[in-house]
């Protein structure tokens, strides 16, 4: 079945270091792809998608590439910022279907 | 818009006791998600609603747990009775109709303990 597979945490970082958080899937045919954020207390919200190979979601100075030969979607950040410090999910929707299917979470944290 | 609602924000019960949580929509979202939150098992979806109908509710734990979607506007998950180990963070989702471009909005959560 459909799944996804991400890096777990918690990451500390400092800020304006590189931040990577690696998430790779598993599906049939051709998946929707996302990153959600959730900030403390708050719920989920959307941060970028991609839904085809190739296509690259960015938001916020975050980026993700959906890359179909590694079925990957890594996320990825130049520069963090004390306010990124959140709960970040991939999540897949397969072709033709409504629901979506998280990762675990990953838990960063940037320090000043 | 307002965004998701969802009711109550905390719900702080004793075990054997019925619980009611309250989801509205977006207006116009035609598909509706209530998800669990846990440390130990991460986000786990429930069930979904499209148009009212219940479409897969093969996530829910077991009979102790019900939904229903009376209108386009309202939903409830209803657990009875409650039980320790179902303290957990509740959240609804709404979105337009299926569709693989379609963003699902979460509501802030309902946070439950069961005593």
């Known amino acids: 079945g459909d799944s996804v597979t991400q890096m777990e945490g918690p990451v500390t970082l400092s800020e304006e270091a590189f931040l990577t958080i690696n998430c790779t899937y598993t599906a049939t045919g051709y998946p929707s792809l996302f990153w959600y954020v959730q900030y403390p207390g708050e719920g989920l919200q959307l941060l970028l998608k991609?839904?085809?190979?190739?296509d690259k979601g960015s938001n916020k100075g975050f980026e993700a590439t959906y890359r179909k030969e590694t079925t990957s979607f890594h996320l990825e950040k130049g520069s963090v910022q004390v306010s990124d410090s959140a709960v970040y999910f991939c999540a897949l929707r397969g072709p033709g279907a409504n629901n979506l299917f998280f990762g675990t979470g990953t838990r960063l944290t940037v320090i000043p | 818009d307002a965004g998701v609602i969802q009711s109550p924000r905390h719900e702080v019960t004793e075990m054997g006791q019925e619980v009611t949580l309250r989801c509205k929509p977006i207006s116009g979202h035609n598909s509706l998600f209530w998800y669990r939150q846990t440390m130990m098992r991460g986000l786990e979806l429930l069930i979904y609603f499209n148009n009212n109908v219940p479409i897969d509710d093969s996530g829910m734990p077991e009979d102790r747990f019900s939904a229903k979607m009376p209108n386009a506007s309202f939903s409830t998950l209803k657990i009875q009775p409650s039980e320790p180990r179902d303290s957990a963070v509740y959240f609804c989702?709404?979105?337009?109709?299926?569709?693989?471009?379609?963003?699902?909005?979460f509501g802030p959560g309902t946070r439950l303990t069961v005593l």
């Open positions: 989702a709404s979105s337009p109709i299926a569709g693989r471009y379609n963003e699902q909005f």
């Open positions: 991609a839904t085809k190979a190739d």
